[in-house]
């Protein structure tokens, strides 16, 4: 896969599409809280590509002193080929190559934490609902 940072507004709507059809259509996420200030203020969006094609997305954002994974995404299609890990662990590398923040962080969906777990996240604190989907803070050390 191929991931770029996605600066052209097209590249930022390929980003917003993808998300559309994971969080919108599949999870019923209510389409209001899909995109947010974040998204053209500051945030980081980054596009995995397979053979040209837009299958992946996700978003950096800082806060203070946490770089803030958000929105990671594959289509349907292309889960469980590895490309999840692919993009998280590019943000991690891009995270720490440029000194972003001292310390990272996601909101994990809870079946999602084996995951989290295996790129070295650690829950922290109590489970918590984001639009009806049970979520737990994780972070580490960049």
Request: aromatic share 10%; proline share 5%; hydrophobic share 40%.
């Amino acid at each position: 896969m191929k991931i770029t940072i996605a600066t052209s507004p097209e590249a930022k709507a390929l980003c917003y599409r993808l998300r559309h059809i994971v969080f919108v259509e599949e999870q019923k996420v209510p389409v209001e809280l899909e995109i947010d200030d974040h998204d053209e203020n500051g945030a980081i969006h980054f596009l995995g590509r397979v053979e040209g094609e837009p299958v992946a997305a996700s978003r950096l954002c800082l806060f203070g002193e946490v770089a803030k994974i958000q929105r990671v995404v594959v289509l349907k299609d292309y889960r469980s080929k590895n490309y999840g890990r692919e993009i998280m662990q590019h943000m991690l590398d891009y995270i720490r190559k440029n000194k972003v923040a001292p310390t990272i962080a996601l909101d994990a969906q809870t079946y999602a934490l084996p995951f989290y777990e295996g790129l070295g996240f650690v829950v922290e604190g109590d489970e918590f609902d984001d639009a009806g989907i049970p979520h737990s803070y994780m972070s580490q050390p960049a």
